[in-house]
């Protein structure tokens, strides 16, 4: 009885060692995931967690680079031109290298990680494309950043040995909206006036301040020896124009002078006119001065209202780099207000003014030794209600306006033949 059990015994061992033998052959490693296919799984699923996190990160990088090129561009020219050792560049040094650390840590911390349409897979590599809906965002992005630099206004204050300068700045600082968007940019002449130096200290954070550097006698006609001043003024005003243009590179620019008092709505009043100065080739300024501003003599109910003028009225006045590069070959050695109302150079082009100024002066001694001061400019009204004109259509100051005047002209001059033209018009409509 012992050799059949024997036998079946051995029969049960060997179908089990069989089954063991299949399992482990077939079914066990079928079960068993790949590892190369895990590994490429896994980064699938980080490469998913880091997208959005990457593009932040590209896009804070993009800017951190764009800061860091335009704070170099404006270092070297400032260098360049006043000297290492000049305050501004220290503080944009200081910028520069915060950028550049931000920058450097942002590389360190984010390069050992799966990048945006990247997998690694056994060694290989595989680099993916931005996709078209990428790309034109980017694109939308870089337009938009050039139209933000194409409505930024620089504001120039002229400045000589005035230590009430403070005046003109603290109304500037007090009514700008964005420091971003209305840079100041502070020219002084005269050299290094001492208390106008000292009153300007608290400020030199706030501002750029640049000097113009040639200090040479003027050489004038004995005639015109009266008339000295005028010739520095002008010979100021190419320079810091040069400058604020062409070496910082702005494209639209607000002069004020040293002794000028701004409005609430100064800037309000120049950023909404700005678009109508670059389209209109007919407009060539917009001017915040109204020289018949006295009180008796303007509208005190309507400080909205805006005009069209052939005359230069200057004493804070914006224009763009487009006229300036027309009129710095021929930029005159003296009494350059006087010369801009030339015909030659206004070429039949009007500025814009307010009806109730947005600047005053309160110089009562300068160049022209207060003669008109005391007579007639101490009594210009300054603006002091907020006009939003941001909101409102100022298109009638357009060249198109006059086509409106000249039909109203016509209607005045031929009413038969304009009652003759809508009667013919109505007959037209009801017989078709």
């Known amino acids: 009885m012992r050799r059949p059990f024997r036998q079946y015994y051995y029969l049960v061992i060997i179908l089990c060692s069989g089954i063991l033998f299949y399992y482990a052959l077939f079914i066990h490693n079928r079960a068993l995931p790949n590892p190369d296919d895990s590994k490429v799984t896994l980064l699938h699923q980080q490469n998913s967690n880091y997208k959005e996190l990457s593009r932040k990160l590209d896009s804070l990088e993009r800017e951190i680079e764009?800061?860091?090129?335009?704070?170099?561009?404006?270092?070297?020219?400032i260098k360049s031109k006043f000297g290492s050792n000049s305050s501004l560049a220290h503080k944009l040094i200081d910028k520069v290298k915060g950028a550049r650390k931000k920058l450097d840590h942002l590389h360190h911390d984010f390069d050992d990680e799966p990048h945006l349409g990247e997998v690694h897979s056994g060694g290989e590599h595989v680099q993916g494309k931005l996709s078209h809906d990428e790309e034109d965002e980017n694109g939308a992005h870089e337009v938009l950043e050039e139209q933000s630099r194409e409505s930024v206004i620089a504001i120039l204050v002229i400045v000589c040995n005035r230590p009430t300068v403070t005046r003109c700045l603290d109304k500037l600082l007090k009514y700008r909206s964005s420091p971003t968007k209305f840079p100041i940019i502070l020219s002084q002449d005269c050299g290094h006036h001492p208390k106008t130096i000292e009153a300007l200290r608290p400020y030199e954070d706030k501002l750029i301040h640049i000097f113009?550097?040639?200090?040479?006698?003027?050489?004038?006609?004995?005639?015109?020896?009266?008339?000295?001043?005028?010739?520095?003024?002008?010979?100021?005003?190419?320079?810091?124009?040069?400058?604020v243009f062409n070496h910082l590179n702005y494209s639209n620019l607000i002069i004020v002078e040293d002794d000028i008092e701004?409005?609430?709505?100064?800037?309000?009043y120049f950023s909404s006119t700005l678009p109508l100065l670059k389209e209109d080739p007919t407009l060539w300024c917009v001017s915040a001065w109204n020289d018949n501003g006295k009180e008796n003599r303007i509208d005190l109910n309507a400080p909205e209202l805006l005009y069209r003028t052939d005359f230069f009225p200057g004493l804070g006045w914006m224009l763009t780099k487009e006229l300036f590069k027309e009129l710095r070959p021929k930029w005159p050695p003296a009494f350059w207000d006087d010369w801009m109302r030339e015909p030659v150079q206004r070429k039949g082009r009007a500025c814009i003014r307010p009806e109730i100024s947005r600047t005053s002066t309160f110089g009562k001694l300068g160049v022209s030794k207060g003669t008109y001061y005391q007579t007639h400019l101490k009594f210009i009204k300054l603006n002091d209600k907020f006009v939003p004109f941001?909101?409102?259509?100022?298109?009638?100051?357009?060249?198109?306006?006059k086509y409106h005047i000249s039909s109203s002209v016509i209607c005045y001059l031929f009413p038969k033949l304009v009652t003759f033209y809508l009667l013919f018009s109505s007959y037209k409509k009801k017989t078709c």
């Open 390 to 401: 941001s909101t409102m259509d100022l298109t009638y100051l357009t060249k198109v306006r």
């Open 262 to 268: 701004v409005a609430p709505d100064f800037f309000e």
């Open 66 to 77: 764009s800061q860091v090129q335009d704070s170099n561009g404006v270092l070297q020219r």
């Open 212 to 243: 113009q550097p040639n200090m040479e006698e003027i050489q004038v006609e004995p005639a015109h020896s009266q008339f000295f001043g005028y010739y520095k003024i002008s010979r100021h005003y190419g320079w810091a124009l040069n400058q």
